[in-house]
Nanobody, 123 residues
Framework: QVQLVESGGGLVQVGGSLRLSCAAS????????MGWFRQAPGKEREFVAS????????YYADSLKGRFTISRDNAKTTVYLQMNSLKPEGTAVYYC????????????????WGQGTQVTVSS
């Protein structure tokens, strides 16, 4: 059983930046593809970004390319999401995810979820 704990959420102004972290425990971190999803009020949970087991490949939602960066540190069993140039539509609960699929693009591929961290982008 893998436990995922997110941190780093908060309130930020439009155009600002935040860095989310997700600390994993209870399993072999490098065995999992890691990802971030988000869920805005009244909407379905959607894919944000994912990263391969060794960090060599990354994938992003089209609308976020160039502004968000996912990375991982297998020695620290932590995955990060750097979010720049935030927009109001970025307001959501952000969830860390662990899975086995090559790209981890959809929720059905996720084995484990974190509890989520709130990001609010104010204008």
């Amino acid at each position: 059983q893998v436990q995922l704990v997110e941190s780093g959420g908060g309130l930020v102004q439009v155009g600002g930046s935040l860095r989310l972290s997700c600390a994993a425990s209870g399993g072999t971190f490098s065995n999992y593809v890691m990802g971030w999803f988000r869920q805005a009020p009244g909407k379905e949970r959607e894919f944000v970004a994912s990263i391969s087991r060794r960090g060599g490949s990354t994938y992003y939602a089209d609308s976020l390319k160039g502004r968000f960066t996912i990375s991982r540190d297998n020695a620290k069993t932590t995955v990060y999401l750097q979010m720049n140039s935030l927009k109001p539509e970025g307001t959501a609960v952000y969830y860390c995810a662990a899975g086995g699929a090559l790209k981890l693009l959809v929720t059905t591929e996720v084995y484990y979820w974190g509890q989520g961290t709130q990001v609010t982008v104010s204008s």
